[in-house]
């Protein structure tokens, strides 16, 4: 029951705090931020860690350590995830991964931020990680693009449009 409970408060702090910008902790939800600045283009997820994992504990078994190493391993090439159209030349020039920290709630979030560099403004993003990561059921979209914002919500398979 405690643990129920901390579950809760721990899925609604994010909810108070930052009700415009932090999706609340659900399953099979991933959370996607992107903005578009000149020729900069940057990618940033945030959501559940079981999205990509399969599980939000600390890896007991072999096949869960494995598993962490290789989700690791696809997440350090963007590729996987995330891929801007041809044309628009982007290149990454930086990224961050943070993986889980396995917290005693039970529940674990993974983020990642992909920056490219691009020859012009990118229009469409395909999302590889629909079939990399088949757990995601949905991405909520955060766009900020030059002089407008909007959110949209993607399903397995679907692109992002960035017109
Ligand atoms: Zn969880």
Known sequence: MKRFISCILLGMLPIISQAE???AHVHGVGQLDIAIEDNKLVIALDGPADNLLGFEHAPKTAQE?????EV???MQDVRKLFVPNASAGCRLSQQTVQMPEF???GHSEIEAEYDFVCTAVPQEITLTAWAHFPRYKK???NLAL?????QLTLLPGQKLSLK
């Open 65 to 69: 350590k494995a598993t962490l190493q």
């Open 21 to 23: 910008d932090h999706a």
């Open 139 to 141: 991405m909520v979209v």
């Open 72 to 74: 690791s391993r696809k």
């Open 103 to 105: 917290k005693a709630s």
């Open 146 to 150: 030059p002089g407008r914002q909007k």
